[in-house]
């Protein structure tokens, strides 16, 4: 499964890389940041719930807005 997590005040590589390595420490998560676009997109390899992902988020002091599943190539 895969969603898209809209992640506000990442502003720089730095932010990029912190979330990416927090998202990706969860078992079961490949996780990629876009900082032009303010998002995560991830890739779900297990059941994880959305309340852990968006917790590991507001944990590094990043605020997570919305997740939704991404379905098809444009969603």
């Given at each position: 499964m895969k969603k898209v997590i809209t992640i506000h005040n990442m502003?720089?590589?730095?932010?990029?890389?912190?979330v990416e390595n927090a998202l990706n420490a969860i078992p079961g998560v490949?996780?990629?940041?876009?900082?032009?676009?303010?998002?995560?997109?991830?890739?779900l390899a297990a059941d994880v719930?959305?309340?852990?992902?968006?917790?590991t988020i507001k944990k590094l002091?990043?605020?997570p807005?919305?997740?939704?599943?991404k379905k098809g190539l444009f969603s």
């Open positions: 502003h720089c590589d730095h932010c990029k890389a912190k490949n996780a990629r940041v876009n900082i032009a676009k303010k998002e995560a997109s991830v890739t719930p959305d309340e852990t992902l968006m917790q002091g990043y605020e807005v919305d997740i939704r599943e």
